[in-house]
């Protein structure tokens, strides 16, 4: 399963990469807002920091500007990924940067038929936001198991990418769920790391040894 960072920070990218456990990242115009810097100097200064696939979401909200933006975005990088939302245009777009042989990531799916769609253009990707569902009190966890069932009845390629993650049980239950990627906050990703009986045993192990040295 490989982990994705949701996030524009580029010290949270640096830090989580060097943890060995990043394979790419997911920014959303959100995150860009965030990071306070525009968009194309993002994704280049991301792409200086991480090597694999870098989501970067278009604004137009017609085909023909989101193809024309996803043009140049995918000029910054070679693993530059187009996030496209998942309406009409959206699909055209989709299609013709797959017959382009520019990746995609078909972003806001909330249900199977959804993503089902996605896959029919030709998606890299398909990101259904978990938390998002879980907010509006549905399972967002169904989604991703309905999903791979799909994909799998039809050996589509598109890959499942578990996003709007909130906390650790989030990334277990899509890795249980065989989602092929979980896009997890930076602190997300840090939870990963900890449980209370490690800290403890290392304190113990620590303490023992203080003692044998006297
Ligand atoms: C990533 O691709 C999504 O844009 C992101 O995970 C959405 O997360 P949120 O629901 O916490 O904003």
């Known amino acids: 399963m490989e982990f994705f960072i949701d996030t524009g920070d580029l ?6 990469y060097s943890w060995g456990i990043v394979d790419g990242v997911t920014t959303n115009p959100s995150l860009v807002a965030k990071a306070g810097i525009d968009q194309k100097t993002l994704i280049k200064n991301i792409s200086e920091i991480v090597d ?6 278009v604004i ?3 085909s023909k500007g989101m193809l024309e933006e996803a043009y140049e975005l995918a000029k ?18 989709c299609n013709q940067l797959s017959k382009d042989g520019i ?9 199977a038929n959804q993503a089902l769609l996605a896959a029919k253009n030709g998606a890299t990707y398909v990101s259904p936001f978990i938390g998002r569902l879980d907010d509006i009190g549905q399972t967002g966890m169904q989604l991703i198991g309905e999903i791979r ?4 009845n039809f050996a589509f390629e598109t890959k499942i990418l578990a996003a709007s993650i909130r906390h650790s049980d989030h990334v277990k239950a899509s890795a ?3 989602s092929d990627v979980a896009t997890v906050p ?10 209370p009986l490690t800290k403890i045993g290392l304190e113990k192990f620590l303490a023992d040894h203080e003692k044998s040295l006297k």
């Open 11 to 16: 010290e949270e990218i640096k830090t989580a």
């Open 52 to 57: 694999g696939p870098i989501s970067a979401e």
């Open 60 to 62: 137009s909200t017609d």
């Open 76 to 93: 910054i990088h070679k693993n530059v990924v187009i996030k496209l939302p998942m309406t009409k245009d959206g699909m055209i777009a």
């Open 103 to 111: 990746k995609t990531n078909v972003t806001l799916i909330f249900s």
């Open 149 to 152: 069932e799909i994909f799998d």
């Open 176 to 178: 249980i769920m065989a």
């Open 186 to 195: 930076f602190k997300v990703l840090e939870q990963l790391f900890h449980h």
